[in-house]
């Protein structure tokens, strides 16, 4: 027999987990079941990030997501508590810093001011503010930096279980199996069918699928611009060990970040501009030794006797068309909605796109923020939104 659903969320990660507990929590009374392919979340983007948030973006929306998703962020633990246990976010707010040389120095000033207008928590820091923040930088080529006070970085593994466990408790069902098939009846959502033949009866279908949501769309003939595309990151043990503690640095080429870990290791990760589309999961020791350590040790020369300790590779999601994500109503299919496509920054903004998602899903507008901007429909219209501050 058919199970009945109203709405049936693709994708357990961390904003498929996130829109299913905001419909829940914001009062949702259909029944809402969400399919996951994976109960590991091995290969999932959400379990493999670096786990940082920062409220410096270029885009008015994308500062206002992650002033919201902030709120959330620093008092996560308690939101989320199933039963007396709270949940494991391990928010460090240890700061978020751009370095500037004189190239990118006028685009990160004015990002600042439009940071600033909105009330972030950014200052613009001097050589000197620089070393005082980090004493063993090296600063000969920088003019100084942008630094976010509010930002830091979380445990993704443990944001992403609080969702899952939250939601569970207020009534979201998960079922581990994966959706091959979505069943569109004149242009509206009718089910979708999964690898073990389910076949599951909704009005709503929401994908959010990450690195496979183009797979996922196209099940309901839509063209998604989304490809999964490889980061690697690494973890390495320093000799000399620092008596404070690192905010997450994006060094000058905007492609490079460090951060510390536990334990004072250092979590640290390069972006390849041209790396090809895939699902690759392979790591790659060789550009740590030859690339990301040396770059790192060149800031901070300190850093430059290590152990490698471990490295993976995840999947971005990444937008092809203009780097940002594609929220809302996907196409002419009614009943299908989504959020994908969010390259490098969907773990900090998971609370934010949940409760916004779940919010035109139930009232047919945003309340929270205004996130049209992000709607499928500009890639009709031409209005194509572009972040300068991506990583
Ligand atoms: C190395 C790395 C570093 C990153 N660093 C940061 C960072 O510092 N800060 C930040 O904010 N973001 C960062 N990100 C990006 C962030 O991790 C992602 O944007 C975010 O996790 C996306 O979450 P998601 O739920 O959309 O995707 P995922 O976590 O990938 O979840 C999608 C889920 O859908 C499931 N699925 C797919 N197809 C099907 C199907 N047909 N049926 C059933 N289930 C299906 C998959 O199994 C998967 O579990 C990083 C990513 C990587 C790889």
Request: cysteine-free; hydrophobic content about 35%.
């Given at each position: 027999m058919k199970k009945v659903y109203d709405i049936v969320v693709i994708g357990g990660g961390i904003i498929g987990s996130s829109?299913?507990?905001?419909?829940?929590?914001?009062?949702?009374?259909?029944?809402?079941?969400?399919?996951e392919k994976d109960p590991s979340y091995q290969f999932a983007s959400s379990t493999?990030?670096?786990?940082?948030?920062r409220e410096q973006f270029s885009l008015p929306e994308n500062i206002k997501i992650s002033q919201y998703s902030l709120n959330i962020f620093e008092n996560f633990d308690e939101i989320m508590e199933v039963d007396g246990d709270k949940a494991h976010a391990e928010f460090k707010q240890h700061g978020y810093l751009f370095l500037a040389?004189?190239?990118?120095?006028?685009?990160?000033?004015?990002?600042?001011?439009?940071?600033?207008?909105?009330?972030?928590?950014?200052?613009?820091?001097?050589?000197?503010d620089l070393k005082k923040l980090i004493p063993h930088l090296k600063t000969d080529d920088l003019v100084g930096g942008s630094f976010g006070s509010r930002d830091g970085y979380l445990d993704p593994y443990g944001v992403m279980q609080g969702f899952i466990k939250r939601g569970k408790k207020l009534g979201v069902e998960y079922l581990y199996e994966e959706v091959t098939g979505i069943e569109v009846k004149r242009k509206?959502?009718?089910?979708?069918?999964?690898?073990?033949d389910e076949q599951i009866s909704c009005r709503i279908v929401v994908n959010a699928a990450g690195p496979y949501a183009s797979i996922v769309g196209k099940m309901a003939g839509i063209d998604l611009p989304v490809e999964p595309v490889r980061k690697m990151a690494y973890v390495f043990d320093p000799k000399i060990k620092f008596d404070y503690d690192l905010p997450l640095v994006?060094?000058?080429?905007?492609?490079?970040?460090?951060?510390?870990?536990?334990g004072k290791t250092i979590l640290?990760?390069?972006?390849?501009?041209?790396?090809?589309?895939?699902?690759?999961?392979?790591?790659d020791r060789n550009f740590f030794m030859q690339v990301v350590w040396p770059q790192v040790a060149r800031r901070i020369p300190a850093l430059d006797t290590a152990k490698l300790m471990r490295g993976w590779a995840g999947l971005y999601a990444m937008n092809r068309i203009d780097g940002n994500a594609i929220i809302g109503h996907f196409g002419d299919v009614e009943g299908f909605?989504?959020?994908?496509?969010?390259?490098?920054?969907?773990?900090?903004?998971?609370?934010?796109?949940?409760?916004c998602l779940s919010e035109l899903i139930q009232f047919g507008k945003y309340q929270t923020i205004d996130l049209s901007c992000f709607s499928f429909d500009?890639?009709?219209?031409?209005?194509?939104?572009?972040e300068e501050e991506m990583v």
């Open positions: 829109i299913a507990y905001n419909l829940v929590k914001e009062g949702f009374d259909g029944k809402i079941l969400l399919i493999l990030s670096a786990g940082g948030v040389n004189e190239k990118n120095w006028p685009k990160i000033r004015k990002n600042h001011e439009i940071q600033k207008s909105l009330g972030a928590h950014v200052s613009l820091l001097s050589i000197n509206k959502i009718k089910g979708v069918i999964t690898n073990k994006i060094d000058t080429d905007g492609l490079l970040y460090f951060r510390h870990e536990s640290t990760g390069k972006s390849i501009p041209d790396e090809p589309p895939g699902f690759n999961f392979e790591w909605y989504g959020a994908v496509g969010f390259s490098g920054h969907g773990l900090q903004q998971s609370p934010a796109i949940g409760k500009r890639f009709k219209t031409g209005k194509l939104v572009f």
